[in-house]
Structures are given as structure tokens and as C-alpha cells.
């Protein structure tokens, strides 16, 4: 293993980094939780546009039903 | 002046027309509403793309941040480089030490003093193989 010389760091910019650490690690937390809102969201809009075209071919059938009665030859 | 004349055309099953006319009409409201539902969800997913972004901003500036309170990595390399060059430095001389070193009296002194030198070089090496 690779054995390195010990780095000091001042004990202010330390406590920066933690905080900084922490600060990651929290928004981090937040673009998960909207990832799965995120998710959500699309599978509902999916869901919907399946239903919309669900509910199209059902007019487009009653239409051509229509079509077909009013001018039938 | 020109008489007109009405033609009528007959319907063979009127009620099922008739339905199928009104149905057709809920169903074109139902797509309204649907659509403007969808509407409604893109622009929620807009604006979760939105904050998405702004978290991914907020992260590129924290990692920054981080970077300036801790120590670069070229100061790391510069301190590793800098023990390698004394570690160095500390073989060149025993070496030198070895070469100048006037021969013993005593056989057993020899031996003795060329074994600690020598477990003494392996300790260095092994120290400058761990820095490289």
C-alpha cells in the first residue's frame, strides 16, 4: 500500500470542509427525493397519454360508426 | 322562379346514432380535460427539472468550495516529492558511508555492522518503494 506523508489542515478550513461535506450530502438528499418525484410524475404523464389515446380510438370509432351510417351508399 | 327541391335520407337505426353522436362529445370533453391534465403534469415535470438544475448548480459550487478548504493535490505531490528526495539523499550517504567505511579489525565487527547496514538500506528502500 502507497504510504503517504500526513497533510495538516487548519482546524477552521477543516470545519469548513465537514460543513461543506454536509451541505453536499443534504442537496444531495434533496435531488434524490426529486429524482422520485421525478419518476413519478412520468409515470402518470405516460399513464395519461396511454389513456388519451385509449379515449381517441374510442371516438375515432364511434366517428366512423357515425361516417359510416349518415352516408352509407 | 326556381323551385327547390328537399331530399331526406333515412336513418336506419336513429337512437344508436343519436348515442353514438353524444358519446362521441363526452368522449371529446374527456380528452379536453385529459389534455389539460397532461398539461398540467409536463409543467410540474418542468419545473422539478428546474430545481434539479439548480441543485446541480448549487452542487458544482459546493465541490469548488470544498476543493479550496482542503489541500490540492499538487501540494501532496510536491510534500511526497520532497520526502522522496530526502529518503534518497539519506541512501546516497549511507552508501558513501559503506564505500569509506575502513575495514574492521575484528571479522565478527564486519559482519555485524554490514548486516545493520544492510537491513538499514532494505528499510529505506522499502520506504522509497511505498513513496513511488
Known amino acids: 500500500m502507497k504510504e503517504t506523508a500526513p497533510i495538516f489542515v487548519k482546524i477552521e478550513e477543516y470545519k469548513d470542509a465537514l460543513e461543506t461535506v454536509n451541505a453536499i450530502k443534504l442537496k444531495l438528499t434533496e435531488a434524490r427525493d426529486i429524482l422520485t418525484e421525478l419518476s413519478a410524475l412520468k409515470a402518470e404523464e405516460d399513464s395519461e397519454i396511454e389513456s388519451w389515446k385509449a379515449e381517441m380510438e374510442d371516438v375515432e370509432k364511434r366517428m366512423s360508426y357515425i361516417d359510416s351510417t349518415l352516408f352509407e351508399e | 322562379m326556381k323551385e327547390q327541391t328537399t331530399f331526406y335520407v333515412s336513418l336506419k337505426d336513429p337512437v344508436e346514432i343519436r348515442k353514438n353522436i353524444l358519446e362521441s362529445s363526452k368522449g371529446i370533453i374527456q380528452l379536453l380535460q385529459r389534455y389539460d391534465h397532461i398539461v398540467e403534469l409536463k409543467n410540474n415535470r ?40 530526502k529518503v534518497e539523499k539519506e541512501i546516497k550517504t549511507k552508501q558513501k558511508e559503506i564505500k569509506e567505511k575502513p575495514k574492521p579489525v ?12 544492510e537491513s538499514e538500506l532494505l528499510e529505506i528502500e522499502n ?3 511505498n513513496l513511488s
Open chain 2, 127 to 129: 520506504k522509497l518503494k
Open chain 2, 46 to 85: 418542468l419545473h422539478k427539472i428546474a430545481e434539479l438544475r439548480k441543485i446541480a448548480k448549487e452542487l458544482a459550487r459546493l465541490a469548488g468550495q470544498l476543493k479550496m478548504a482542503l489541500p490540492s493535490v499538487d501540494s501532496i505531490e510536491r510534500e511526497s516529492k520532497r520526502e522522496a528526495s
Open chain 2, 106 to 117: 575484528l571479522e565478527n565487527r564486519k559482519t555485524s555492522e554490514l548486516k545493520k547496514l
